[in-house]
């Protein structure tokens, strides 16, 4: 879909007045009268558009109530962008950030808009049923990944990005201790998956700037070229770790044909002419020239996350921190996902 934005939802509005004022106050240029919509399509950060007579910005934010730590770091994608914004152009260019939380309830930046298709949970009709245009927006997608993975972490602005040793220790831990805060319920296939990974972390095979949640739903195509990628979005979990930590994400998502989806929406990636999974590995592995023998810990450990963050969003459902209908049936996703992650480390033996 194109996208776009619209209506705010009743429980996500903000004070647009004192946020213009604010503005206004550190750049003048942006204190002028604004428009603004909400765009819908995430689950998690807020996202909204500022429309101005003469440009566009998008205002990004974490959502509504407790947050895990570390998650949702506004101000960490901020400087994720301005770092990379001079080497890596999917990356949008931030504009201003700011840290006062009582301007709209929460840290908050402002980016440029870019424009172009998502694809979500099911394939735009806008685009046509097009196998051959599926499989150039999938290598494009790959494509951009190993680019972001060969950028040159010896710059001091990315070098400050992350800690990359025994970043994978950390992770595994630190996914299932957010597991532990956000549960609503037992389920002891959580609870193996956490064990079999910490015993089975592989060595890496060197040290990237790591988006954290590559997928195809975090990119934007081309409206006029659907095969060019022209954005990657949501960084705020941005760092320096093994660049398989990213390959393994982009697999655990991309469910393929016969499948059922990996996530809260359709199997969009397993329609005709998308990369399959092992055709994603293989391109990676050629374009990086790293090796992919470990895929299946990297892709066991995505999947592990990804319950983990159903599991974060369902909670504030059913807390009451949100009002979004679309959470509501997102409990049955996550022991369905353990089940698949399961499935996948058997690989490993």
Same mark, same amino acid.
């Given at each position: 879909?194109?996208? *776009?934005?619209?209506?705010?939802?009743?429980?996500? !509005?903000?004070?647009?007045?004192?946020?213009?004022?604010?503005?206004?106050? !550190?750049?003048?240029?942006? &204190?002028?009268?604004?428009?603004?919509? !909400?765009?819908?399509?995430?689950? =998690?950060?807020?996202?909204?558009?500022?429309?101005?007579?003469?440009?566009?910005?998008?205002l990004r934010?974490?959502?509504?109530?407790?947050?895990?730590?570390?998650?949702?770091d506004?101000?960490?994608?901020?400087?994720?962008? =301005?770092?990379? =914004?001079?080497?890596?152009?999917?990356?949008p260019?931030?504009?201003?950030?700011?840290? +006062?939380?009582?301007?709209?309830?929460?840290?908050?930046?402002?980016?440029?808009?870019?424009?172009g298709?998502?694809?979500?949970?099911?394939?735009?009709?806008?685009?046509?049923? +097009?196998?051959?245009?599926?499989?150039?927006?999938?290598?494009?997608?790959?494509?951009?990944?190993a680019?972001?993975?060969?950028?040159?972490?010896?710059?001091?602005?990315? *070098?400050?990005?992350?800690?990359?040793?025994?970043?994978?220790?950390?992770?595994?831990?630190?996914w299932? +201790?957010?597991?532990?805060? =956000?549960?609503?319920?037992?389920?002891p296939?959580?609870?193996?998956?956490?064990?079999?990974?910490?015993?089975?972390?592989?060595?890496?095979?060197?040290?990237?700037?790591?988006?954290?949640?590559?997928?195809?739903?975090?990119a934007?195509?081309?409206?006029?070229?659907?095969?060019?990628?022209?954005?990657?979005?949501?960084?705020?979990?941005?760092?320096?770790?093994?660049?398989?930590?990213?390959?393994?994400?982009?697999?655990?998502?991309?469910?393929? *044909?016969?499948?059922?989806?990996?996530?809260?929406?359709?199997?969009?990636?397993?329609?005709?002419?998308?990369?399959?999974r092992?055709?994603?590995? &293989?391109?990676?592995?050629?374009?990086?020239?790293?090796?992919?023998?470990?895929?299946?810990?990297?892709?066991?450990?995505?999947?592990?996350?990804?319950?983990?963050?159903?599991e974060?969003?369902?909670?504030?459902?059913?807390?009451?921190?949100?009002?979004?209908?679309?959470?509501?049936?997102?409990?049955?996703?996550?022991?369905?996902? *353990?089940?698949?992650?399961? !499935?996948?480390?058997?690989?490993?033996?």
């Amino acid at each position: 879909m194109i996208d *776009a934005a619209g209506e705010i939802r009743p429980d996500e !509005q903000f004070d647009a007045d004192k946020l213009r004022v604010w503005l206004g106050a !550190q750049r003048p240029e942006l &204190g002028g009268p604004f428009e603004v919509q !909400q765009f819908r399509g995430g689950h =998690a950060n807020l996202t909204y558009l500022l429309r101005y007579a003469d440009r566009e910005l998008v205002l990004r934010r974490p959502p509504l109530g407790p947050v895990a730590p570390k998650a949702h770091d506004m101000a960490r994608e901020y400087r994720a962008l =301005a770092a990379l =914004a001079p080497v890596y152009e999917p990356s949008p260019r931030p504009v201003l950030l700011c840290e +006062d939380e009582s301007v709209i309830g929460a840290v908050f930046f402002l980016m440029e808009r870019r424009h172009g298709v998502v694809v979500r949970s099911s394939w735009p009709e806008e685009l046509g049923d +097009d196998a051959a245009l599926r499989r150039r927006m999938s290598e494009s997608l790959v494509d951009a990944l190993a680019d972001l993975h060969l950028v040159d972490v010896k710059r001091p602005d990315l *070098a400050r990005l992350g800690r990359p040793e025994g970043f994978v220790q950390r992770q595994v831990s630190g996914w299932y +201790d957010r597991w532990l805060r =956000a549960k609503t319920r037992e389920i002891p296939a959580m609870d193996d998956l956490c064990s079999f990974l910490a015993d089975r972390i592989p060595e890496p095979v060197g040290v990237s700037v790591l988006h954290n949640d590559w997928k195809l739903d975090n990119a934007m195509f081309d409206a006029g070229d659907p095969g060019k990628l022209v954005a990657v979005f949501d960084w705020d979990m941005t760092t320096l770790g093994d660049p398989q930590v990213d390959l393994g994400t982009l697999l655990s998502y991309w469910g393929e *044909a016969g499948e059922g989806p990996r996530g809260t929406g359709g199997n969009v990636t397993g329609l005709p002419g998308m990369l399959t999974r092992d055709e994603i590995a &293989g391109r990676y592995a050629k374009r990086t020239g790293f090796d992919v023998s470990a895929a299946p810990f990297y892709e066991t450990f995505g999947l592990f996350k990804t319950a983990v963050v159903i599991e974060q969003i369902y909670v504030r459902y059913v807390r009451g921190q949100t009002k979004d209908e679309r959470f509501a049936a997102m409990g049955p996703t996550v022991p369905m996902l *353990a089940e698949v992650a399961q !499935q996948v480390a058997a690989k490993l033996g």
